[in-house]
Nanobody, 123 residues
Framework: QVQLVESGGGLVQAGGSLRLSCAAS????????MGWFRQAPGKERTFVAA????????NYADSVKDRFTISRDNAKNTVFLQMNSLKPEDTAVYYC????????????????WGQGTLVTVSS
């Protein structure tokens, strides 16, 4: 069992930066691929970024490539999402997710979800 708790959301102006954190419980955290998803108001939840548990290979949605960076610290059971050059269209609830395999994140079908943290980008 893995429990995920996100933090770091808030209000930021366009062009600004935020760093989201996701703290995971469970001794098997380091063997899970981790990802971030987001859900804008009135829209479906979509994939943002993912990172493998061992090689650190990353994958990003085209809309955030070159602006967002996902990273993880297995020793601290934490995954991060550094968001730079934020745009109003990045406004959404951001969810952390854990999956036994990377493809489950790409398929938006992870094993575990966090409760989400709201990011609001003002223009």
């Amino acid at each position: 069992q893995v429990q995920l708790v996100e933090s770091g959301g808030g209000l930021v102006q366009a062009g600004g930066s935020l760093r989201l954190s996701c703290a995971a419980s469970g001794r098997t955290f380091s063997t899970y691929a981790m990802g971030w998803f987001r859900q804008a108001p009135g829209k479906e939840r979509t994939f943002v970024a993912a990172i493998t548990w061992n090689t650190g290979t990353t994958n990003y949605a085209d809309s955030v490539k070159d602006r967002f960076t996902i990273s993880r610290d297995n020793a601290k059971n934490t995954v991060f999402l550094q968001m730079n050059s934020l745009k109003p269209e990045d406004t959404a609830v951001y969810y952390c997710a854990a999956a036994r395999f990377m493809y489950l994140l790409s398929d938006s079908n992870p094993n575990y979800w966090g409760q989400g943290t709201l990011v609001t980008v003002s223009s």
